[in-house]
Protein backbone atom coordinates (compact mmCIF):
# COMPACT_ATOMS: atom_id res chain seq x y z
CA UNK A 1 0.00 0.00 0.00
CA UNK A 2 2.49 2.34 0.50
CA UNK A 3 6.31 2.44 2.22
CA UNK A 4 4.58 2.08 5.53
CA UNK A 5 4.27 -0.10 8.61
CA UNK A 6 1.12 0.59 10.20
CA UNK A 7 1.29 -1.06 13.11
CA UNK A 8 5.19 -1.28 14.01
CA UNK A 9 6.57 0.39 17.10
CA UNK A 10 6.19 3.64 14.64
CA UNK A 11 4.86 7.62 15.21
CA UNK A 12 1.63 7.80 13.49
CA UNK A 13 0.52 10.45 10.84
CA UNK A 14 -2.58 12.05 12.04
CA UNK A 15 -4.33 12.45 8.98
CA UNK A 16 -4.27 13.24 5.29
CA UNK A 17 -6.02 16.05 2.82
CA UNK A 18 -7.39 16.69 -0.50
CA UNK A 19 -9.24 18.75 -2.24
CA UNK A 20 -10.26 19.61 -6.09
CA UNK A 21 -11.51 22.81 -7.90
CA UNK A 22 -12.60 21.68 -11.25
CA UNK A 23 -14.87 22.87 -14.35
CA UNK A 24 -17.60 20.58 -15.31
CA UNK A 25 -17.92 17.70 -16.73
CA UNK A 26 -15.78 16.13 -14.45
CA UNK A 27 -16.05 12.67 -11.60
CA UNK A 28 -14.76 14.33 -8.80
CA UNK A 29 -15.96 11.86 -6.75
CA UNK A 30 -13.52 9.39 -8.52
CA UNK A 31 -10.46 11.77 -8.94
CA UNK A 32 -10.95 11.95 -4.67
CA UNK A 33 -10.79 8.82 -4.28
CA UNK A 34 -7.88 8.26 -5.79
CA UNK A 35 -6.52 11.29 -4.42
CA UNK A 36 -7.01 9.90 -1.11
CA UNK A 37 -6.02 6.43 -2.09
CA UNK A 38 -2.46 8.08 -2.69
CA UNK A 39 -2.48 9.67 0.62
CA UNK A 40 -3.73 6.54 2.54
CA UNK A 41 -0.53 6.00 4.57
CA UNK A 42 -0.98 9.37 6.66
CA UNK A 43 -4.51 7.81 8.35
CA UNK A 44 -5.91 4.15 8.04
CA UNK A 45 -8.95 4.21 10.55
CA UNK A 46 -11.21 6.36 8.86
CA UNK A 47 -12.25 8.11 5.49
CA UNK A 48 -14.27 10.25 3.92
CA UNK A 49 -15.61 13.16 0.74
CA UNK A 50 -17.78 16.05 -0.03
CA UNK A 51 -18.97 16.86 -3.42
CA UNK A 52 -20.59 19.70 -4.21
CA UNK A 53 -21.85 20.78 -8.32
CA UNK A 54 -22.91 24.47 -6.32
CA UNK A 55 -26.25 23.62 -5.11
CA UNK A 56 -26.17 19.84 -4.19
CA UNK A 57 -23.74 19.24 -1.54
CA UNK A 58 -22.57 15.40 -1.08
CA UNK A 59 -21.09 13.81 2.06
CA UNK A 60 -19.65 10.46 2.57
CA UNK A 61 -17.66 9.17 5.71
CA UNK A 62 -17.03 5.94 7.49
CA UNK A 63 -14.20 4.03 9.47
CA UNK A 64 -12.03 2.26 7.07
CA UNK A 65 -9.55 2.47 4.38
CA UNK A 66 -10.33 4.40 1.64
CA UNK A 67 -11.54 1.53 -0.38
CA UNK A 68 -13.33 -0.44 2.50
CA UNK A 69 -15.46 2.79 2.91
CA UNK A 70 -15.89 3.94 -0.55
CA UNK A 71 -17.16 1.20 -2.73
CA UNK A 72 -18.97 1.22 -6.15
CA UNK A 73 -22.41 1.99 -4.77
CA UNK A 74 -20.84 4.42 -1.91
CA UNK A 75 -18.86 6.30 -4.64
CA UNK A 76 -22.12 6.57 -6.58
CA UNK A 77 -23.65 8.18 -4.02
CA UNK A 78 -21.25 10.87 -4.06
CA UNK A 79 -20.79 11.23 -7.56
CA UNK A 80 -22.73 14.65 -9.14
CA UNK A 81 -22.32 15.12 -12.90
CA UNK A 82 -21.44 18.67 -12.82
CA UNK A 83 -19.50 18.71 -9.76
CA UNK A 84 -17.50 21.72 -8.74
CA UNK A 85 -15.65 21.07 -5.49
CA UNK A 86 -14.69 18.38 -3.49
CA UNK A 87 -12.31 17.61 -0.35
CA UNK A 88 -11.18 14.52 1.32
CA UNK A 89 -9.85 13.12 4.29
CA UNK A 90 -7.97 10.25 5.63
CA UNK A 91 -7.50 10.18 9.35
CA UNK A 92 -6.02 8.33 12.01
CA UNK A 93 -7.42 9.00 15.53
CA UNK A 94 -5.13 11.63 17.34
CA UNK A 95 -7.80 13.89 18.62
CA UNK A 96 -10.84 12.31 19.40
CA UNK A 97 -11.39 8.92 19.49
CA UNK A 98 -12.30 6.17 17.04
CA UNK A 99 -15.89 6.96 16.56
CA UNK A 100 -17.55 7.52 13.61
CA UNK A 101 -18.96 10.64 14.27
CA UNK A 102 -15.38 11.91 14.13
CA UNK A 103 -14.86 10.92 10.68
CA UNK A 104 -13.95 14.11 8.53
CA UNK A 105 -14.90 16.08 6.67
CA UNK A 106 -17.12 17.67 9.27
CA UNK A 107 -19.86 19.74 7.73
CA UNK A 108 -21.94 22.28 9.02
CA UNK A 109 -24.68 24.86 8.44
CA UNK A 110 -24.17 28.32 8.56
CA UNK A 111 -25.10 31.79 7.08
CA UNK A 112 -22.34 31.17 4.45
CA UNK A 113 -24.24 27.56 3.18
CA UNK A 114 -23.46 24.64 4.20
CA UNK A 115 -19.88 24.02 5.18
CA UNK A 116 -16.83 21.14 4.80
CA UNK A 117 -13.70 21.26 6.41
CA UNK A 118 -11.24 18.32 6.47
CA UNK A 119 -8.13 18.95 9.22
CA UNK A 120 -4.66 18.14 9.53
CA UNK A 121 -2.81 18.20 12.55
CA UNK A 122 -3.62 19.86 16.05
CA UNK A 123 -4.91 23.19 17.52
CA UNK A 124 -3.15 23.64 20.75
CA UNK A 125 -5.14 25.66 22.38
CA UNK A 126 -8.10 24.19 21.08
CA UNK A 127 -9.84 22.90 23.95
CA UNK A 128 -9.42 26.22 25.35
CA UNK A 129 -11.39 27.74 23.02
CA UNK A 130 -13.66 25.00 22.98
CA UNK A 131 -14.50 25.64 26.31
CA UNK A 132 -14.90 29.63 26.13
CA UNK A 133 -17.59 29.05 22.90
CA UNK A 134 -19.42 26.37 25.13
CA UNK A 135 -19.63 28.98 27.81
CA UNK A 136 -21.14 31.57 25.30
CA UNK A 137 -23.30 28.64 24.05
CA UNK A 138 -22.16 26.97 21.08
CA UNK A 139 -22.94 23.53 20.41
CA UNK A 140 -20.64 20.75 19.30
CA UNK A 141 -20.97 17.54 18.11
CA UNK A 142 -17.45 15.89 18.07
CA UNK A 143 -14.88 15.19 20.00
CA UNK A 144 -12.53 16.63 17.82
CA UNK A 145 -10.60 19.71 17.58
CA UNK A 146 -11.73 20.04 13.58
CA UNK A 147 -14.96 21.25 15.05
CA UNK A 148 -13.59 24.53 17.06
CA UNK A 149 -12.44 25.59 13.54
CA UNK A 150 -15.63 24.85 11.99
CA UNK A 151 -17.41 26.68 14.81
CA UNK A 152 -15.11 29.78 14.52
CA UNK A 153 -15.76 30.28 10.90
CA UNK A 154 -19.59 29.86 11.42
CA UNK A 155 -19.93 32.34 13.65
CA UNK A 156 -18.17 35.24 12.04
CA UNK A 157 -21.26 35.80 10.45
CA UNK A 158 -20.32 39.36 9.42
CA UNK A 159 -17.68 38.09 7.30
CA UNK A 160 -17.11 36.15 3.91
CA UNK A 161 -16.34 32.50 4.19
CA UNK A 162 -12.08 33.64 3.08
CA UNK A 163 -12.28 36.90 6.25
CA UNK A 164 -14.02 34.42 8.70
CA UNK A 165 -11.15 31.78 8.07
CA UNK A 166 -8.34 34.27 8.21
CA UNK A 167 -9.74 35.43 11.49
CA UNK A 168 -10.26 31.62 12.65
CA UNK A 169 -6.64 31.19 11.63
CA UNK A 170 -5.90 34.04 13.84
CA UNK A 171 -7.21 32.62 16.62
CA UNK A 172 -6.21 28.72 16.66
CA UNK A 173 -2.32 28.24 17.34
CA UNK A 174 -0.41 24.66 17.04
CA UNK A 175 0.48 22.95 13.70
CA UNK A 176 -2.13 22.40 11.06
CA UNK A 177 -3.28 22.15 7.56
CA UNK A 178 -6.92 22.11 6.29
CA UNK A 179 -9.09 22.39 3.35
CA UNK A 180 -12.43 23.72 3.38
CA UNK A 181 -15.16 23.91 0.84
CA UNK A 182 -18.72 25.75 0.54
CA UNK A 183 -21.05 25.09 -2.40
CA UNK A 184 -18.53 26.96 -5.06
CA UNK A 185 -15.40 27.54 -3.29
CA UNK A 186 -12.37 25.48 -2.51
CA UNK A 187 -10.39 27.13 0.65
CA UNK A 188 -6.95 25.85 2.17
CA UNK A 189 -4.52 26.79 4.49
CA UNK A 190 -1.60 25.93 7.22
CA UNK A 191 -0.49 27.17 10.28
CA UNK A 192 1.59 30.09 10.18
CA UNK A 193 4.66 28.04 11.17
CA UNK A 194 4.11 25.55 8.29
CA UNK A 195 4.51 22.52 10.38
CA UNK A 196 2.01 20.48 8.53
CA UNK A 197 2.49 20.22 4.90
CA UNK A 198 -0.14 21.03 2.16
CA UNK A 199 0.92 21.21 -1.85
CA UNK A 200 -1.01 23.29 -4.75
CA UNK A 201 -1.48 21.19 -8.42
CA UNK A 202 -3.09 22.11 -11.73
CA UNK A 203 -4.56 19.41 -14.02
CA UNK A 204 -4.33 20.83 -17.23
CA UNK A 205 -7.16 20.73 -19.28
CA UNK A 206 -6.91 19.19 -23.10
CA UNK A 207 -8.86 22.62 -24.58
CA UNK A 208 -7.16 24.67 -22.35
CA UNK A 209 -8.35 26.94 -19.45
CA UNK A 210 -7.45 26.82 -15.56
CA UNK A 211 -8.50 23.28 -15.78
CA UNK A 212 -8.60 22.14 -11.93
CA UNK A 213 -7.00 23.22 -8.81
CA UNK A 214 -5.86 20.30 -6.51
CA UNK A 215 -4.97 20.62 -2.83
CA UNK A 216 -3.24 17.97 -0.87
CA UNK A 217 -0.89 16.94 2.08
CA UNK A 218 1.60 15.69 -0.71
CA UNK A 219 2.42 15.50 -4.13
CA UNK A 220 1.37 12.19 -4.52
CA UNK A 221 -1.73 12.64 -4.37
CA UNK A 222 -1.78 15.12 -7.19
CA UNK A 223 0.10 12.64 -9.28
CA UNK A 224 -2.94 10.39 -8.91
CA UNK A 225 -5.06 12.51 -10.53
CA UNK A 226 -2.82 13.71 -13.51
CA UNK A 227 -2.21 17.04 -12.04
CA UNK A 228 1.02 18.69 -11.62
CA UNK A 229 2.61 20.77 -8.49
CA UNK A 230 2.55 24.01 -8.35
CA UNK A 231 3.90 24.87 -5.08
CA UNK A 232 3.64 25.03 -1.31
CA UNK A 233 1.07 26.68 0.34
CA UNK A 234 3.45 29.21 2.32
CA UNK A 235 3.52 29.00 6.03
CA UNK A 236 0.40 31.21 7.31
CA UNK A 237 -0.85 31.43 3.47
CA UNK A 238 -4.69 31.34 3.08
CA UNK A 239 -5.41 30.08 -0.89
CA UNK A 240 -9.03 30.01 -2.40
CA UNK A 241 -10.38 28.77 -5.90
CA UNK A 242 -13.21 29.84 -7.53
CA UNK A 243 -14.42 30.61 -11.11
CA UNK A 244 -12.02 33.51 -11.17
CA UNK A 245 -8.62 30.45 -10.36
CA UNK A 246 -6.45 30.53 -7.57
CA UNK A 247 -6.23 33.48 -5.12
CA UNK A 248 -3.88 33.96 -1.66
CA UNK A 249 -3.59 36.07 1.47
CA UNK A 250 -0.95 35.90 3.90
CA UNK A 251 -3.06 35.65 7.19
CA UNK A 252 0.55 35.31 9.68
CA UNK A 253 3.52 34.50 8.26
CA UNK A 254 6.36 33.17 11.30
CA UNK A 255 9.95 31.12 11.37
CA UNK A 256 8.98 28.36 8.89
CA UNK A 257 9.30 25.16 11.01
CA UNK A 258 8.08 22.21 9.15
CA UNK A 259 7.83 18.48 10.56
CA UNK A 260 11.04 16.90 10.59
CA UNK A 261 9.62 13.47 10.56
CA UNK A 262 7.93 13.68 7.48
CA UNK A 263 11.31 14.01 5.44
CA UNK A 264 12.19 11.34 8.02
CA UNK A 265 9.47 8.47 7.87
CA UNK A 266 6.00 9.80 7.14
CA UNK A 267 5.86 11.39 3.55
CA UNK A 268 6.12 9.22 0.58
CA UNK A 269 9.70 8.73 -0.68
CA UNK A 270 8.27 9.86 -3.95
CA UNK A 271 7.20 13.22 -1.89
CA UNK A 272 8.79 16.78 -2.58
CA UNK A 273 7.64 19.00 0.09
CA UNK A 274 8.53 22.75 0.63
CA UNK A 275 11.09 22.21 -1.95
CA UNK A 276 12.84 19.33 -0.13
CA UNK A 277 12.84 15.80 -1.76
CA UNK A 278 11.97 13.03 0.31
CA UNK A 279 14.30 10.26 -1.18
CA UNK A 280 17.33 12.34 -1.14
CA UNK A 281 16.71 13.77 1.96
CA UNK A 282 16.43 10.41 3.55
CA UNK A 283 19.29 9.46 1.65
CA UNK A 284 21.48 12.72 2.75
CA UNK A 285 20.49 11.28 6.66
CA UNK A 286 22.03 7.98 5.81
CA UNK A 287 25.02 9.42 4.43
CA UNK A 288 25.22 12.07 7.73
CA UNK A 289 24.53 8.93 9.48
CA UNK A 290 27.85 6.95 8.13
CA UNK A 291 30.16 10.49 8.72
CA UNK A 292 28.73 10.85 12.28
CA UNK A 293 28.31 7.21 13.28
CA UNK A 294 31.10 4.73 11.27
CA UNK A 295 31.50 0.95 12.16
CA UNK A 296 33.14 -1.74 10.60
CA UNK A 297 30.69 -4.24 9.30
CA UNK A 298 30.32 -6.50 6.13
CA UNK A 299 26.80 -5.27 4.89
CA UNK A 300 24.14 -2.11 5.48
CA UNK A 301 20.51 -3.81 5.68
CA UNK A 302 17.66 -1.35 6.08
CA UNK A 303 13.95 -2.42 8.12
CA UNK A 304 12.23 -2.13 5.46
CA UNK A 305 10.35 -0.08 3.75
CA UNK A 306 10.99 3.14 5.62
CA UNK A 307 14.57 2.31 6.40
CA UNK A 308 15.70 2.12 2.74
CA UNK A 309 16.57 5.86 2.16
CA UNK A 310 18.88 6.39 4.82
CA UNK A 311 20.63 2.62 4.45
CA UNK A 312 21.15 3.80 0.96
CA UNK A 313 22.87 7.02 1.61
CA UNK A 314 25.09 5.36 4.70
CA UNK A 315 26.09 1.92 2.77
CA UNK A 316 27.22 4.67 -0.52
CA UNK A 317 28.77 7.14 1.99
CA UNK A 318 30.96 4.34 3.85
CA UNK A 319 31.35 1.81 0.68
CA UNK A 320 30.01 -1.00 3.15
CA UNK A 321 27.60 -3.15 0.62
CA UNK A 322 23.68 -2.78 0.66
CA UNK A 323 21.81 -5.64 0.99
CA UNK A 324 18.23 -6.65 1.20
CA UNK A 325 18.79 -8.26 4.82
CA UNK A 326 15.21 -8.59 5.64
CA UNK A 327 12.49 -9.09 3.32
CA UNK A 328 8.79 -7.58 4.05
CA UNK A 329 5.78 -9.16 3.44
CA UNK A 330 3.74 -7.53 0.77
CA UNK A 331 0.60 -8.26 1.92
CA UNK A 332 0.77 -7.78 5.96
CA UNK A 333 -1.09 -4.34 6.16
CA UNK A 334 -3.08 -3.85 9.26
CA UNK A 335 -3.34 -6.93 11.43
CA UNK A 336 -4.58 -8.14 14.83
CA UNK A 337 -3.69 -6.25 18.15
CA UNK A 338 -1.78 -9.33 19.64
CA UNK A 339 -2.83 -9.49 22.97
CA UNK A 340 0.31 -10.97 24.51
CA UNK A 341 4.06 -10.95 23.98
CA UNK A 342 3.90 -14.17 22.25
CA UNK A 343 1.82 -13.06 19.83
CA UNK A 344 3.30 -9.86 19.24
CA UNK A 345 6.52 -11.61 18.32
CA UNK A 346 4.60 -13.53 16.16
CA UNK A 347 3.02 -10.37 14.38
CA UNK A 348 6.97 -9.23 13.24
CA UNK A 349 7.62 -12.48 11.74
CA UNK A 350 4.13 -12.50 10.20
CA UNK A 351 5.70 -9.13 8.61
CA UNK A 352 9.80 -9.75 8.06
CA UNK A 353 11.69 -12.03 8.44
CA UNK A 354 15.33 -12.15 7.50
CA UNK A 355 17.39 -13.37 4.14
CA UNK A 356 20.40 -15.67 3.41
CA UNK A 357 22.26 -11.64 3.13
CA UNK A 358 22.95 -11.72 6.94
CA UNK A 359 24.17 -15.13 7.17
CA UNK A 360 27.84 -15.08 9.08
CA UNK A 361 27.73 -10.96 8.59
CA UNK A 362 28.53 -8.09 10.65
CA UNK A 363 25.08 -6.27 10.72
CA UNK A 364 24.55 -2.79 9.83
CA UNK A 365 20.90 -2.39 10.56
CA UNK A 366 19.02 1.28 9.75
CA UNK A 367 15.26 2.88 10.47
CA UNK A 368 13.87 5.51 10.75
CA UNK A 369 13.04 6.05 14.47
CA UNK A 370 12.97 3.84 18.11
CA UNK A 371 9.67 4.80 19.89
CA UNK A 372 8.98 2.10 22.13
CA UNK A 373 11.93 -0.28 20.96
CA UNK A 374 9.98 -3.54 21.24
CA UNK A 375 10.32 -3.61 17.53
CA UNK A 376 13.67 -2.86 17.24
CA UNK A 377 14.49 -5.59 19.62
CA UNK A 378 12.63 -8.29 17.85
CA UNK A 379 14.13 -7.52 14.65
CA UNK A 380 17.44 -7.35 16.11
CA UNK A 381 16.38 -10.96 17.56
CA UNK A 382 15.69 -11.91 13.41
CA UNK A 383 18.98 -10.91 12.46
CA UNK A 384 21.26 -13.24 15.46
CA UNK A 385 18.43 -16.08 14.55
CA UNK A 386 19.27 -15.67 10.70
CA UNK A 387 23.47 -15.99 11.83
CA UNK A 388 24.24 -12.44 12.01
CA UNK A 389 27.54 -12.51 13.58
CA UNK A 390 26.62 -8.91 14.98
CA UNK A 391 24.54 -6.10 14.39
CA UNK A 392 25.09 -2.62 15.02
CA UNK A 393 21.74 -0.49 14.89
CA UNK A 394 21.65 3.04 12.86
CA UNK A 395 18.88 5.59 13.68
CA UNK A 396 18.35 8.17 10.86
CA UNK A 397 16.68 10.28 13.76
CA UNK A 398 17.58 11.70 16.74
CA UNK A 399 16.51 9.94 20.25
CA UNK A 400 12.40 10.85 20.68
CA UNK A 401 12.05 12.46 23.88
CA UNK A 402 9.35 14.46 23.50
CA UNK A 403 5.46 14.07 22.58
CA UNK A 404 4.28 15.63 19.39
CA UNK A 405 1.34 18.27 19.64
CA UNK A 406 1.01 18.96 16.27
CA UNK A 407 -0.94 15.69 15.01
CA UNK A 408 1.57 13.13 15.34
CA UNK A 409 0.97 10.22 17.06
CA UNK A 410 4.52 9.46 19.31
CA UNK A 411 3.26 7.72 22.28
CA UNK A 412 3.04 9.41 25.67
CA UNK A 413 6.15 10.63 26.83
CA UNK A 414 6.58 7.49 29.59
CA UNK A 415 6.32 5.23 26.77
CA UNK A 416 9.27 6.89 24.61
CA UNK A 417 12.34 4.67 25.32
CA UNK A 418 14.53 7.47 25.02
CA UNK A 419 12.64 9.59 27.13
CA UNK A 420 13.32 7.13 30.43
CA UNK A 421 16.72 5.24 29.05
CA UNK A 422 20.32 6.44 28.45
CA UNK A 423 20.82 5.40 24.82
CA UNK A 424 23.43 2.59 26.40
CA UNK A 425 20.41 1.08 28.22
CA UNK A 426 18.42 1.33 25.15
CA UNK A 427 21.22 -0.91 23.19
CA UNK A 428 20.64 -3.62 26.22
CA UNK A 429 17.35 -3.67 26.00
CA UNK A 430 17.05 -3.93 21.82
CA UNK A 431 20.48 -6.27 22.32
CA UNK A 432 22.03 -4.83 19.77
CA UNK A 433 26.51 -4.66 19.58
CA UNK A 434 25.97 -1.10 19.03
CA UNK A 435 23.66 1.59 18.55
CA UNK A 436 23.91 5.34 17.56
CA UNK A 437 21.39 7.91 17.00
CA UNK A 438 22.31 10.85 14.30
CA UNK A 439 22.54 14.36 15.74
CA UNK A 440 20.18 16.96 15.28
CA UNK A 441 22.65 19.35 14.06
CA UNK A 442 23.22 16.40 11.50
CA UNK A 443 19.57 16.11 10.61
CA UNK A 444 18.96 19.54 9.85
CA UNK A 445 21.77 19.97 7.87
CA UNK A 446 21.09 16.99 6.03
CA UNK A 447 16.93 18.17 5.58
CA UNK A 448 18.15 21.61 4.78
CA UNK A 449 15.75 24.20 4.23
CA UNK A 450 15.00 27.62 6.09
CA UNK A 451 14.16 25.99 9.53
CA UNK A 452 12.54 22.59 11.08
CA UNK A 453 10.16 21.89 14.22
CA UNK A 454 12.61 18.92 16.22
CA UNK A 455 10.28 19.39 18.85
CA UNK A 456 10.49 15.51 19.66
CA UNK A 457 13.90 16.08 20.10
CA UNK A 458 14.36 19.08 21.98
CA UNK A 459 11.14 19.70 23.75
CA UNK A 460 11.74 23.12 21.54
CA UNK A 461 7.90 23.91 20.39
CA UNK A 462 7.65 25.97 17.77
CA UNK A 463 4.08 26.74 17.38
CA UNK A 464 3.20 26.02 21.36
CA UNK A 465 2.03 23.57 23.18
CA UNK A 466 -1.67 22.84 25.41
CA UNK A 467 -2.61 25.83 27.71
CA UNK A 468 -4.37 23.43 29.62
CA UNK A 469 -2.46 20.84 31.53
CA UNK A 470 -4.49 18.14 30.06
CA UNK A 471 -2.48 17.18 26.57
CA UNK A 472 -4.07 13.92 26.42
CA UNK A 473 -5.72 12.65 22.76
CA UNK A 474 -8.96 12.43 23.94
CA UNK A 475 -8.94 15.81 25.96
CA UNK A 476 -11.74 16.78 23.58
CA UNK A 477 -14.13 14.33 25.24
CA UNK A 478 -15.67 16.43 27.83
FE1 LIG B 1 7.03 16.60 13.67
FE2 LIG B 1 8.20 15.97 16.00
FE3 LIG B 1 7.54 18.53 15.44
FE4 LIG B 1 5.64 16.68 15.89
S1 LIG B 1 7.17 17.44 17.37
S2 LIG B 1 5.65 18.23 14.28
S3 LIG B 1 6.55 14.84 14.97
S4 LIG B 1 9.07 17.24 14.38
Not at 147 to 165: F, G, K, P, W, Y
Not at 255 to 270: H, L, Q
Not at 325 to 339: E, S, V
Amino acid sequence: MSDHDFDFDKPREECGVFGMYSAPPNDLAWLTYMGLFALQHRGQEAAGMCVSDGEKFHVEKDLGLVTQVFDERRLDSVRLPNARVSIGHVRYSTTGSNLRFNAQPLTTRTNKGILGLAHNGNFVNALEVRKEMLNEGALFATTNDSEVMLNLIARESHMDLVEATAAAMKRLRGGYACVLMSRTQLIGFRDPHGVRPLVIGQRPLENGGDGAWVLASEPCALYAVGARLIRDVQPGELVWFDRSGLHSLMVEAKKPTPCSFEWIYFARSDSRLDGVDTHESRIRMGEQLAREKPVDADVVVPVPDSGIGAAIGYARESGIPFDYGLYKNPYAGRTFIAPTQEARELKVKMKLSPTSAVKGKRVILVDDSIVRGTTSRQIVNLLREAGATEVHFRVSSPPITHPCFYGIDTAARKELVASTHSIEEIRDLIGADTLAFISERGLRQAIGGPGLCSACFTGDYPAGTPLLNDVDKLALEV
